[in-house]
T-cell receptor, first 114, second 112 residues
Framework: DSGVTQTPKHLITATGQRVTLRCSPR?????VYWYQQSLDQGLQFLIQ???????AKGNILERFSAQQFPDLHSELNLSSLELGDSALYFCASSVTESSTDTQYFGPGTRLTVL | DAKTTQPPSMDCAEGRAANLPCNHS???????VYWYRQIHSQGPQYIIH???NNETNEMASLIITEDRKSSTLILPHATLRDTAVYYCIVRVKEGGGNKLTFGTGTQLKVEL
């Protein structure tokens, strides 16, 4: 158990819908990261937040957005969902935003878009 | 981040040492080598990391060659539960962002 929690575990929805994935970082961690893992793309970095502020962006679609709240939990919002958005979404956290801080991953949310 | 090359798959007998190689010939002096593993769609699990010295923890040992162009992750006594995809990742020490860039990894299969 990494100490990072994600809800829900599974999510099934239809195309065109909007969903919100939630992540609670390890106690004391200020930085949160979101990754997407699909069958054809592998594990890809989406976005990073540190203490409430966006710090880095990867290949995140404009239909996707995220935020980190004052209590440090984070939400990833996915809208106008397409079949290709079906994937595992992982959240990770680290103590600071240093590039050498170890990132610890949550168990993930499996999103299925029908 | 420097590119890494890993064999796509390896087999290991239970109880034997699993030695997983990683080539990172373009690594820079300020880049660390990190190892993660992913057991069947679970969240990636941190294993170990190092800069130039060999490292050991309760999970594994990391051997980095003197020229730092390659490394080996050693699981001393592999068990069936070590069956997973193992990712070798090179990260900059400072700057360069904090994302992890995952390659395709090595699928390790531990068998009886």
């Amino acid at each position: 158990d990494s100490g990072v929690t994600q809800t829900p575990k599974h999510l099934i929805t239809a195309t065109g819908q909007r969903v919100t994935l939630r992540c609670s970082p390890r106690s004391g961690d200020l930085s949160v990261y979101w990754y997407q893992q699909s069958l054809d793309q592998g594990l890809q970095f989406l976005i990073q937040y540190y203490n409430g502020e966006e710090r880095a962006k990867g290949n995140i679609l404009e239909r996707f957005s995220a935020q980190q709240f004052p209590d440090l939990h984070s939400e990833l919002n996915l809208s106008s969902l397409e079949l290709g958005d079906s994937a595992l979404y992982f959240c990770a956290s680290s103590v600071t935003e240093s590039s050498t801080d170890t990132q610890y991953f949550g168990p993930g949310t499996r999103l299925t878009v029908l | 981040d420097a590119k890494t090359t890993q064999p796509p798959s390896m087999d290991c007998a239970e109880g034997r040492a699993a030695n997983l190689p990683c080539n990172h010939s373009t690594i820079s002096g300020n880049e660390y080598v990190y190892w993660y593993r992913q057991i069947h769609s679970q969240g990636p699990q941190y294993i170990i990391h190092g800069l130039k010295n060999n490292e050991t923890n309760e999970m594994a040992s990391l051997i980095i060659t003197e020229d730092r162009k390659s490394s080996t992750l050693i699981l001393p006594h592999a068990t069936l539960r070590d069956t997973a995809v193992y990712y070798c990742i090179v990260r900059v020490k400072e700057g360069g962002g904090n994302k992890l860039t995952f390659g395709t990894g090595t699928q390790l299969k531990v068998e009886l």
